[in-house]
């Protein structure tokens, strides 16, 4: 396909974009694996002792368990919710349907920083105690507009006539939607909760109003930094990000190409 | 209405449906006998559709009941109702392969796997698919897709089954060899077939009984024979098979002759049982008409040709009547005189066996 756009001049700025996006990145990465302490240029030589000191670190991992299982738990929370907030959005015919989606996605305007102080105040009021449970319940705010969105999307463009034919071959809406209309978004459903979990698993505004005394990762590698700055930080960070990119690319990879599929067969 | 010696199948009793303000049905009573083939022929908006998606219960009527068995089902949801629907598109599970989108419904009641097994088999038999279990639904054509989900619900055994113009999306060729496979299939499996269709050449092929609907209400049922030649009103005349429906005046003239005013013209003739006396409809097949060239003392009324067409095995001409709003269909065998020039004046004549008056009012 030849694009009427390739000209040494749109290439250029697509190479800087790239450049400038990346590089950072690249950097992190590249002293998470450097031999001595320095931070800066030159390169002096690859290890992997600052990895070997951050997997040695009890806080680094307690850290790192929180964050596993806030972002599964509020991922598989989120999942539940949304799948259902998701079918009644989609399938009734209330009058309410267009208000409550409106409130459903709302959290998605706001910034975090507002939601963190909401939630803050709002756990205070009802007498909660800060902790991972907080932050669970914080996240799964968060996260649930995003995954009622991709959810909701894959519910409206799935053929409905296909829960009519269900019906009329005998089976309850419960069978109907074990059976026929759950099948159907699967591959959307997985990928928007592996998205959920990975939203949840690097978010720090929320969780840093919300945590009380614990720790996740993404608020360890911002108090270590406070205290001193070494390699191990971006060993973490390296970490952090591999974690996230992976769930990201799975949210993209099932909730894209099952479009595709949907293009190929064609209607 | 039931077709004598069958037991009551579905009963619709007075039956209304407002979407709104708007009355799709409006007071519909039909009683459809075990086995028996009716379909359900009307343009789009008529309420066909809107009547077979009560019986399946995907509708609550406004008011009235549907009966199926003698049971009433009006409150019953689809899923609990003895019907099955072949709608328009085949809808098959993609999930499912066409075994198991076959096995739906045996699944569901929890049937046996060997007995699954042989009646899937059997089911894609009757279709004529037979071995087609492993088969992805998606590998199929738009024909092998419908048979697919005419398959899907006869493992089941209804005893009504309801059809959505479900061969509207087919190509013609298809269309036509699925209609002898219809007709086939409703032959050996004896469950009630309920056909909704806007192809009046479809209806007449397929039904025991054609209801013709118009705005919600049926205006004829009857076998198709008697709808196509015996049309109740001038809308049934003009929807099944092509007609000339002409506003015409009947008169008592002397001698045992009617008069007809058509248009300014007026003929003579001697009815066998003459038509009353008043404002009418006469309704005349394209076929019926009699075309030679014009010439004193003819026997028919004078008109001028305005436009003919080639039909193969005939012309099809428009002609023109003097005081007649609309012009008149004539079909017309190929002769050796070769057609009539546009322009040309004809005489039109029609035996009276073909005539049909329908009450008209006016206004």
Redesign the interface.
Known sequence: MESTLRSPFSGAITIASLVFLIAPLAVVVLFSFHETASLAFPFTGFSLRWYRAVFASPSFLNATLNSLIVASVSAIATLVLGVMAAFGLSRSSSALRGPLALLFFLPITLPGLFLGLALLVFFSRIALKLSLVTVTLGHIVYVFPYFLLIAKAALDRM?S??E??????????W??FW??TL??IRPVVIGATSLAFALSFDEFVITFFVIGSQSTLPLYIWSSMRRTIDPSINTISTLLMLVTLVMFAVAFALTIRKDGMRAE?GR | MTAEGRAASVQIERVTHRYGAMAALSDIDLTIGQGEFVTFLGPSGCGKTTLLRII?G?LRPSEGRVLLQGADVTAV????RP???V?Q?P?L???LDVGENVA??LR??KTPEPEIKRRVADALALVRLPGYERRAS?ELSGGQMQRVALA??LV?RPRVLLLDEPLSALDLAIRLEMEEELRRVHREVGATFLYVTHDQREALALSDRVAVFNRGRIEQIDRPERVYRRPATPFVARFVGDANVVPVDVTRAGGGETSIAIGSERILRRFPQSPEPGPAWLVLRPEALLLSEAAPRAPGIPGIVRDFAYRGSGYAYRIAVAGLGEMLKAEVPAVESGPFAIGAPVDLAWDISACLFLRRREG
């Open positions: 053929d006539a296909l009519d034919v269900a019906a009329d071959l005998g089976a309850s809406p069978q109907v059976r026929v099948p159907q067969v | 399946a995907f949801p689809p899923h609990k019907v099955n629907t709608f598109r809808s599970f993609p999930h739906f419904s569901l009641a998606h899907r619900v089941a």
